[in-house]
């Protein structure tokens, strides 16, 4: 991995696995960094919500890049996380809030918000994509929502925005993962590269949009919002009440601890 030049401002890895720069033109990058595999706890989503918030609150930003290190894109929430925590309901609710802030932020960001996707992309990572503005895909990437192999639901709000409604309702079913390659044919992917080039292939995307006037874009941005005919909030929240049924019901804790106990702890 490697990090361009004209560097304003940047920023350590912080505990939650996040860093970020911003450079002269005005091009920010968010970061996820988090192994093994970028599954990320409460503090991790709510840093990327916390983070965007504050970039595209900020005018000398034009555009933000989501992007990581490691194998993969992200994978979803941090199950261990859940599953050791003295008060797994109290947990799952504060990841849950996490998510929907960190999904909401990407959304409602005041700037396009670039989504670079390598490896896998998954449950929550999905999230954050399926909200994107715009997607380039390295060639290894595919995605996925296996969702109800871990005793949840949700996230099929932003893998409707991805593919076409039976592919989704397909996806959620069976966890089937899919190439970055299928959904640059659906429109949803704007290119695939070969790995090495991703920073390269998003960066030229968001120098493209950084040389608009700032003003146009913003209001651009906020337009296009206004006039999307699926709130993805209230609809997200909507899956998130089945997930809580789920853990009542006792689905939820025996998948988590399946899944704790074939990664080992």
């Known amino acids: 991995m490697f990090y361009f030049a004209l560097q304003a401002m940047s920023s350590d890895l912080d505990a939650a696995g996040l860093r970020h720069t911003v450079d002269d033109a005005g091009i920010a990058e968010v970061v996820m960094a988090r192994p093994p595999v970028n599954a990320l706890g409460i503090a991790g989503w709510q840093g990327i919500a916390d983070l965007l918030h504050s970039l595209g609150a900020d005018p000398a930003t034009r555009v ?39 999904f909401a932020a990407v959304y409602e960001c005041e700037v396009p918000v670039i989504a670079a996707v390598h490896g896998y992309c998954l449950g929550g990572g999905i999230g954050l994509v399926g909200n994107a503005d715009v997607i380039i895909a390295a060639d290894d990437a595919s995605f996925g929502l296996p969702e109800v192999d871990r005793g949840a639901l949700g996230a099929a709000t932003h893998l409707a925005r991805l593919v076409p409604q ?36 998003a960066r030229a995307v ?16 906020q337009s296009l919002n206004g006039i999307d005919p699926v709130d993805v909030r209230r609809s997200y929240r909507y899956e998130q009440g089945f997930t809580f049924e789920l853990t009542l019901a006792g689905v939820g804790a025996e998948q988590r601890a399946a899944f704790v106990d074939k990664k080992g702890t």
Request: aromatic share 4%.
């Open 206 to 221: 968001a120098t493209e949009i950084a040389a608009k006037s700032p003003v146009a874009i913003r209001a651009a941005k």
């Open 64 to 102: 933000v890049i989501l992007s990581a290190e490691g194998r993969g894109y992200n994978a979803g929430v941090d199950i261990k996380e859940i599953h050791g925590a003295a008060d797994s309901h109290r947990a799952l609710v504060a990841v849950n809030r996490a998510c929907a802030a960190a």
């Open 166 to 201: 039976h592919l989704m309702r397909t996806m959620v079913y069976t966890g089937r993962r899919i190439p970055a390659a299928d959904l640059a044919r659906f429109g949803s992917v704007l290119e695939v590269v070969p790995r090495e080039q991703l920073r390269a292939a």
